[in-house]
């Protein structure tokens, strides 16, 4: 009875260890490594501190459409948080019902970037944050009138003193563009399957996810997306199909920089639909074959799209805690 009751203790400690032990590493270690977990947050610069009042009057401003020449449009109408903060449509509305000429990138992740916009036309955030103020396509507001009318609101000018308080007159178009790069620096997606697997979870990622990340690597589509947002934050020539679009031709005037577009990271693309800059394209399977195509030279089997898509799945994070503010 004895010997019978030890060895039901010492099998049911084995279970135990089994259970806490870590799963074991797989043979992927040459893979893994040419990849880097997300961190929870971006570089951040030596001219625009983080700080939590920075943060807060920039998640204000970015869900505030009375700085749109309409008061109805705001960073976050094509920004949702409940749509990946994109829009999901090919190209966004803008003031007057105009669409856009390019689809609406996520903000997710985007102070990991190394320039903004779809042809780089801004090197950060800070330069990026005022560009859909202005733009007649978009909200359509010159930035005097838009502080103007943030002038009329007591809550803003506390935020604003608080937010700046060396700054005689805070409300001004710098700390604007500052407060709302802050805020946006904080919406980061750490901790998705893909970067616990990364971190040392064996079990993350399931068989098919691990052969897309394989099928990745050996394609060459990590030449391009790379780093920890997966983009390069380089530009590339691509002519999507039916785009017209000359892309960083527009910014630079090189003819080398003719449909060269910078690199969208992968963070978060299975929530981030439809693709591509003209946002025709509805489907990963479909933007995973125009890419392998079109960038890598090669017709992709439907088994490599089928891992590749399921890989780029795992790469959903954790969407930004948020209470979306009561506005004055």
């Not at 459409?65 to 309409?70: A, K, L």
């Not at 590749?308 to 506005?327: K, Y």
Request: charged residues 25%; negative net charge; glycine residues 8%.
């Amino acid at each position: 009875m004895i010997k019978k009751r030890l060895l039901a203790s010492a099998i049911a400690m084995g279970s135990a260890l089994a259970i806490a032990a870590p799963a074991m590493a797989d043979d992927l270690g040459n893979y893994r490594d040419r990849f880097e977990p997300l961190p929870h947050f971006p570089p951040i610069p030596a001219d625009n501190s983080l700080t939590p009042e920075q943060v807060e009057l920039g998640k204000f401003l970015f869900f505030e459409p009375r700085i749109s020449s309409s008061g109805v449009i705001s960073c976050a109408t094509c920004h949702n948080p409940a749509l990946g903060w994109a829009d999901r449509i090919p190209r966004a509305t803008g003031h007057d019902g105009q669409i856009g000429e390019r689809n609406t990138p996520t903000v997710l992740n985007s102070g990991f970037l190394e320039s903004q916009f779809w042809d780089g036309r801004e090197p950060d955030l800070e330069g990026q944050a005022l560009g859909p103020i202005e733009a007649d396509v978009e909200m359509a507001m010159d930035l005097d009138s838009a502080l103007e009318r943030l002038t009329e609101f007591d809550l803003y000018q506390e935020k604003f003193a608080r937010a700046f308080p060396d700054d005689d007159d805070p409300i001004n178009a710098d700390n604007l563009a500052h407060s709302l790069a802050s805020f946006q620096r904080t919406l980061n997606t750490p901790n998705s399957p893909f970067d616990r697997y990364l971190r040392g979870d064996m079990e993350a990622l399931n068989e098919q996810e691990k052969d897309g990340m394989v099928a990745f690597v050996d394609n060459g589509c990590i030449a391009c997306h790379s780093g920890p947002a997966l983009t390069d934050s380089n530009f590339h020539r691509i002519q999507v199909p039916g785009s017209t679009d000359v892309g960083r031709y527009e910014v630079t005037g090189d003819e080398a920089d003719m449909y060269r577009f910078r690199t969208p990271t992968l963070r978060n693309v299975a929530v981030t639909y439809p693709y591509m800059n003209t946002g025709a394209t509805e489907t990963l399977e479909e933007s995973v074959a125009i890419m392998g195509k079109e960038m890598l030279g090669r017709e992709l089997d439907e088994q490599t799209i089928d891992d590749i898509t399921a890989f780029m799945h795992t790469l959903t994070g954790e969407m930004p805690a948020l209470e979306i503010p009561a506005l004055p």
